[in-house]
Nanobody, 124 residues
């Protein structure tokens, strides 16, 4: 089994930055592509960004393209989400996800493991 633990969430002013981290433990050899999703109250979980195992390839949702950067350090079994130019509408819970295949995908059902989420709040 794989455990994912997010950290780095918090309160920031609009225009500010935060860096989320997601540390994987357990059977990490099972992890290939990883992703970040987010979910607001009463809404479906939506895709934010994904990265393949090597870290060379990444994809982003249009709403965060150019502001967020996903990266990973396989030696530390950790994936990051650098969030710049934050907006109040970025205020939601962010989830880390991992899958046992290397194709980057944007659908929640394609991911095998999930973290517990970390709250990001952007004040105007």
């Amino acid at each position: 089994q794989v455990q994912l633990v997010e950290s780095g969430g918090g309160l920031v002013q609009a225009g500010g930055s935060l860096r989320l981290s997601c540390a994987a433990s357990g059977r990490t050899v099972s992890i290939y592509a990883m992703g970040w999703f987010r979910q607001g109250p009463g809404k479906e979980r939506e895709f934010v960004a994904a990265i393949n195992w090597s870290g060379i390839n990444t994809i982003y949702d249009d709403s965060v393209e150019g502001r967020f950067t996903i990266s990973r350090d396989n030696a530390k079994s950790t994936v990051y989400l650098q969030m710049n130019s934050l907006k109040p509408e970025d205020t939601v819970v962010y989830y880390c996800a991992a899958r046992s295949r290397n194709w980057m995908v944007t659908t929640t059902q394609s991911y095998d493991f999930w973290g517990q989420g970390t709250q990001v709040t952007v004040s105007s």
